[in-house]
């Protein structure tokens, strides 16, 4: 007897990146899905951005002349908020990340039940520390602006 699809009738699975960019079908987890998709991008872009981070950094062992006017170049506004944008990459990457290692450690899924209903998700258990991490995440945001646009 063939496999039967057990999805939805109508719903495919080949989405593609649309499948971990859109919250869909996801209800009360819409927000952990947004979550995982940010956490993706932002940890793209750091990978991206490392790349012409090391050139540049390599370009000081051939001397003052060429390091010299490639900081002036780079010292533009432009360059500056780009630099901030990074720094909001990583402050939310670090943050996302830490929340998801304190998860896969067990910790914030409380104790194993009966699935009796109605069903309590691990999902809404651990909605406190996703919340908690992502207000530390704003605050270190909000503390890098005034660094970066006040201070710097």
């Known amino acids: 007897m063939p496999e039967t699809d057990r999805q939805t009738p109508g719903i495919s699975n080949q989405q ?3 499948g971990w960019a859109v919250g869909g079908r996801y209800g009360f987890n819409v927000v952990e899905r947004y979550a ?7 940890g793209l872009a750091l990978l991206c951005y490392l790349i012409p981070h090391l050139f540049v ?5 051939r001397g003052a002349a060429v390091w010299e006017p490639l ?13 901030f944008l990074v720094f909001m990459a990583f402050a ?3 943050l996302n990340g830490a929340r998801l290692v304190v998860t896969e450690l067990g910790f914030c899924l409380g104790k194993p ?8 998700s691990c999902v809404q258990r651990q909605r406190p520390l996703f919340l908690g991490m ?3 995440a704003f605050l270190v945001c909000v503390a890098g602006f005034v660094e970066f646009f006040f201070l710097h």
Do not use: D, N
Not at 36 to 42: D, F, G, N
Not at 73 to 80: E, R, Y
Not at 113 to 120: C, E, I, M, Q, T
């Open 113 to 120: 039940r009966r699935p009796v209903y109605p069903h309590v």
């Open 134 to 136: 992502m207000a530390l």
């Open 16 to 18: 593609g990146v649309k």
């Open 92 to 94: 939310y990457h670090v």
């Open 36 to 42: 995982y998709t940010l956490h993706r991008i932002t």
């Open 57 to 61: 950094t390599g370009q000081r062992l």
């Open 71 to 83: 900081m002036g170049f780079l010292g533009q506004p432009l360059f500056h908020f780009l630099e």
